[in-house]
């Protein structure tokens, strides 16, 4: 397997090992309990005091409360219903203290979701409002100027965990101060810790909460900065810990943990300064840009952290570029929130009105400030090697032999490009308009010519294509020719290579070779909807979201990791199957038990499909997570081929 290269550290950090040290010795050795008055309750007692102190010292917070919570998102918690109570009990006691609710609109969801939370839960009926970013990201200060004076409470971040783009939060204070806003103030503070100077008690803010898992401490640790005299109510009450401002025993592993790394931080030996980081950065832009050279930056840099590039590539999906780099080992995440079959566009860069295919196809690469040059040497030679298997053809010849018109299946979504690679002429078949710009760069990229697009969506791509293609969106192209088809009826046809695709007359298009102008066999159908599909003859069926799988095997062929072994010692015969895409399956070709895989993704599956129906080996299909491979098990089981299996969780359960 590949070694894995984690650049996705503004989603959670590994562990350093002073930290994994520090917590390993507060639960092996040091394991009081600091409320207890006896030996070992006075020796965790002084880890807990140790780590506060550093916090104390490292965030200039020598007055105030700091406290530590599981994380984050209770610091917020507690934040927002700190500033809640007291508003309430100003209004009650017929102070002025403001109507809004006012957060940033690139907040994290943890922010809005308490602040309407909170104010249901209190009855304070305030106005939730989000703060509109500029082009840039950051918050527009003249509209919080004409807020500020009826904002109740404020919350902005310091620093965007998708973007990186750095908050103007002297801006923002003197936007306060100017307006005599009675405004308590939240700054999320989860991304800037060792990565931005803070020192918060020269500044006005309030609330500031952070998270260890950011930063080389483990997940389910983290601070709550209070300023002295900012209202506080207790989230949790019981037993009195934390001076009564977080009850509950202390989680002594975390806090310790989160200790050794505020101790590296105020030594300053570990991490990278600012200015090592800002390097760091030009090299992995530089490498980026030189491996997708279309590539668009969806942050001004120069108003970002330098450990997060958030970019999108004109043509690639994020999902498509996530796949990519994950089978190059290198772990990125798509700049917006994901569910298993579609990304949403991300809501911080919608914000930014960035255009909607950067929103829709966002990549986010972040790294911590703990690397060194081999390091940064390494994720740029992934980098280019992602470049280079790009290069690999998509649309390249097809495996049905010289001169036969390749299939190409254009995702989830659905729709087929059909190919002739010698002459360079493409035909869409239901390209849906969500995968228009897709397709439309495919085709650009690699240098062909649409000659029709038809059925669903022919309008979007033909939009999208470039002029000199002269294609009327869904009518069939005029310089065709006249065939028949086996029973004698006449159709018209296009030739694609040795191949012609024949208009079917009532529905669909047939695929197939011409023998003395008549066409005998066709190997593939396309068909707009199952219904379409009848009378096939054999024909492998193409409908726009993949193969027809008509009868669904029910006996479960999912291979567990476990069991790859003993799978490989009963079938030795075995064809293993990578059904990433050609480019995937190029930036880091694995081996599983020592057998090397053939590629055929599972874009191109309609046209080896038969092939492997035919074929007497037993099939073991595999991709990263196991999606797709369970698509291709499925399309054959639906062609009732039997000893076809996958691989279970697929390769990312495999690990290193
Ligand atoms: N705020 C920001 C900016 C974050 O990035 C995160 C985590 O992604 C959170 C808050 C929530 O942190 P946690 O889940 O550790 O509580």
Known sequence: MVPELYLDANATSPVLTAAIAAAHAALEIDFGNPSSSHAAGLRARLILDDARARARRVLAAETGRVMFTSGATEGIQTAVLSALCAVRERRAAGQACGDLLLYGATEHKAVPESLAHWNRILGTDLTLQALPVDGDGRHRLDLLRELAPRTAFLCTMAANNESGVVSNLDGIAAVLEQTGSPALWMVDCVQALGKLPL???????????????????????GMLYVRAGAPFTPLMCGGGQEAGQRSGTENMAGIAALGAVLRALEEGRTFCSHAQLLAVRERLAAALRAAFPAIAFNTPFEHALPTTLNFAVPGLSGKALLDLFDAAGIRVSAGSACSAAKAAPSYVLEAMALPAWRCANAVRLSVGPLLDEAFVDAACARIARCGEALRRQPLAASPSGAGRAGVYHCGLDGGWLVFDPEGGDCVAIDV???????????????GYRLRAALGAGAEALCAQVEADADVDAGAWPADGERVRLADGAPAAALRLGRDVLVRRPGSGYLLGTLENGV????????AHTPADAHDAGGAIVCLPAGIQASRVEQKPAELARRHLKHFFAEHPDALLIDVREACEHAAGAPMLQGRAAYSLPLSRLAEYA?????????????????????KALQCLQGLGRERVWHLAGGLALLGN
């Open 199 to 221: 020192a918060l008690e020269r500044t006005r803010i309030d609330y500031a909460p952070f998270s260890g898992h950011k930063l080389y401490a483990p997940k389910g640790i």
């Open 432 to 446: 849906p308009g969500t995968q228009a710009g897709t397709a439309a760069a495919l085709l650009q990229r690699h």
């Open 519 to 526: 066409l005998r066999q066709a190997r593939l159908l396309f």
């Open 610 to 630: 038969a092939w492997l129906r035919d074929e007497a080996r037993p099939l073991l299909f595999f991709c990263r997570s196991g999606n797709r491979s369970l």
